[in-house]
């Protein structure tokens, strides 16, 4: 078999339409050698029915950050389907939920508690994902990528999810550092926007649209998750073997321009 990602094994979460960027990352890993297995939260009976869509059809496994049982129990049903003994080389979060009251212009007054939930499914949930999958992760090294956006700046209406983007690229940081030991890598891939279900969820969506319309370098198409997709499939990859604690900006290169 050959292709990028050749015999490796990844589990991918977050995919809740075809428009995903996670979907598209699912799809490129099959194409390129992988076999993946897919987390759903919520609507598991949807992720099943996209899961068909892609070049094979993968297994959902049901996950929720904020549940305990489910994470100390997924490294066994992630098992189940690969095989006891081979491991695991490829984490991607896709994870990200803040209350309405958390977003759309309403940062000066939300509340810890809609705050708390922001930061820790946005964010915390990366160490607590990587940590439930490190007994398979450490088996052989292995690479998590987890989707960001821009957090160097205060968006319009992005609130308290920015906030806690930001904390998620802190996280991404810290997990670099304390897992070199083990060779498991941590990186994120901040995408510019994308016409997605979690799109549709930000009040003001448009409006960060218009800023990529304007002042993206390259040509940036809302509707086309591919280029992030093929950043998270690299990072996935041995070709970045000693990159960790790395933010790779998929953006058109918004994030690099002045006023």
């Known amino acids: 078999m050959s292709g990028l990602l050749a015999g490796k094994r990844i589990l991918v979460t977050g995919v809740l339409t075809d428009a995903s960027i996670a979907f598209h990352v699912a799809r490129l890993a099959q194409e390129e050698g992988a076999e993946v297995v897919l987390t759903g939260f919520g609507r598991l009976t949807l992720v099943q029915r996209i899961a068909r869509r892609l070049p094979k059809e993968a297994p959902v496994i049901e996950l929720d950050v904020q549940n305990q049982e489910h994470l100390?129990?997924?490294a066994a049903r992630v098992t189940e389907h690969l095989g006891e003994g081979v491991g695991l080389d490829g984490v991607v979060h896709s994870i990200g939920f803040a209350p309405q009251d958390a977003l759309g212009g309403n940062f000066l007054h939300t509340g810890w508690e809609s705050?708390?939930?922001?930061v820790e499914v946005s964010a915390y949930s990366l160490k607590s994902l990587t940590m439930a999958l490190l007994p398979l992760l450490e088996q052989r090294g292995g690479s998590v990528v987890g989707m960001d956006f821009d957090a160097q700046v205060a968006w319009p209406k992005y609130d308290w999810m920015g906030v806690a983007k930001a904390a998620l690229e802190s996280t991404s940081r810290y997990l670099a550092r304390d897992l070199g030991e083990k060779d498991v890598r941590c990186n994120l891939v901040s995408a510019g926007p994308i016409k997605s279900m979690a799109a549709k969820s930000i009040p003001g969506f448009e409006e960060l649209a218009d800023v990529w319309n304007?002042?993206?370098?390259l040509t940036w198409d809302l509707t086309d998750p591919e280029p992030a997709a093929r950043g998270v499939v690299a990072l996935l990859s041995d070709w970045f073997p000693k990159?960790?604690?790395?933010?790779?900006?998929?953006?058109?290169g918004v994030h690099m321009m002045g006023a």
Do not use: C, F, K, Q
């Open 72 to 74: 100390d129990s997924l």
């Open 243 to 252: 990159t960790t604690g790395e933010i790779v900006h998929v953006d058109g």
């Open 115 to 118: 705050v708390a939930t922001a």
């Open 214 to 217: 304007s002042r993206a370098p």
